[in-house]
């Protein structure tokens, strides 16, 4: 790495929302989401997402709520949705591979276990201080993103 930060680009669609990270050298490189706990998308994912993109890895750091353009709480977020994501990144010609990774943080981490448990698409799974169970969302998250 010679300290180069990759900038992201905003990808809204129906089926995805979130930022691209292109990975740094000769591609196609390999495929990573990024999923951001139950504070919403607040930065630090993004980071996250520059710091593998600049290691080789195309990254795409979904948004699924708490960031305009998606819905605000998180609550009813369907699993298909980190589906549909896994296939879009997998679509890139920047992209190599069958299969793409996911790392997700907190609440993003339970989402990372169960996408990898239910998609072909997702291979390697990384999930910082998930909780082993599935949650609803508390009442406590009422609000979170609005405002």
Request: glycine share 18%; charged share 20%.
């Amino acid at each position: 790495m010679d300290g180069r930060f990759v900038s992201g680009t905003t990808i809204r669609t129906e089926a995805v929302s979130g930022r691209l990270y292109p990975g740094l050298g000769d591609g196609p490189n390999p495929g990573v989401l990024v999923l951001h706990g139950g504070g919403g998308a607040r930065g630090y994912e993004q980071t996250y997402a520059a710091m593998l993109a600049e290691h080789g890895y195309t990254v795409l750091c979904v948004e699924y709520f708490g960031t305009s353009g998606v819905r605000d709480r998180l609550l009813e977020v369907p699993l298909e949705e980190f589906g549909r994501a896994a296939d879009c990144l997998l679509r890139r010609p920047e992209v190599a591979g069958e299969q793409v990774g996911v790392v997700g943080f907190s609440r993003g981490g339970e989402a990372s276990l169960l996408v990898g448990s239910q998609f072909d698409a997702v291979g390697v799974v990384v999930a910082y201080v998930p909780s082993c169970y599935v949650w609803p969302a508390p009442s406590w998250m009422d609000g979170v993103g609005e405002g």
